[in-house]
């Protein structure tokens, strides 16, 4: 299993970045996919997941602003973040569940003020 994310940057707050992150060696259309995030000196916490079918749920620190979704032709979720702020800082990274956690190797993401 492997999980490439990217698409992290440095963005001013209110900004926008949209994160992918590419799935191998797994059946991708039947696997929730998840992205989490970890900011500096803080515990990994869950940010959005989509279901199989495409059903969405978020984190309340992040909803109406970011949203997940995925494209199981290309085996690749997204997440657009929209109208970030400081406190979206952290590395992010995609995860999938097949008895185990799989974690991809996270992107950076620095929202600057």
């Known amino acids: 299993v492997q999980l490439q994310a990217s698409g992290g940057g440095l963005v001013q707050a209110g900004g926008s970045l949209r994160l992918s992150c590419v799935a191998s060696g797994f059946i991708f259309q039947i696997r929730a996919m998840m992205w989490y995030r970890q900011a500096p000196g803080k515990q990994r916490e869950l940010v959005a997941t989509v279901t199989s079918g495409g059903s969405p749920n978020y984190a309340d620190s992040v909803k109406g602003r970011f949203t997940i979704s995925r494209d199981n032709a290309k085996s690749t979720v997204y997440l657009q973040m929209s109208s970030l702020k400081n406190e979206d800082t952290g590395v992010y990274y995609c995860?999938?569940?097949?008895?185990?956690?799989?974690w991809g190797k996270g992107t950076q993401v620095t929202v600057s003020s």
């Open positions: 995860n999938t569940r097949l008895g185990i956690d799989y």
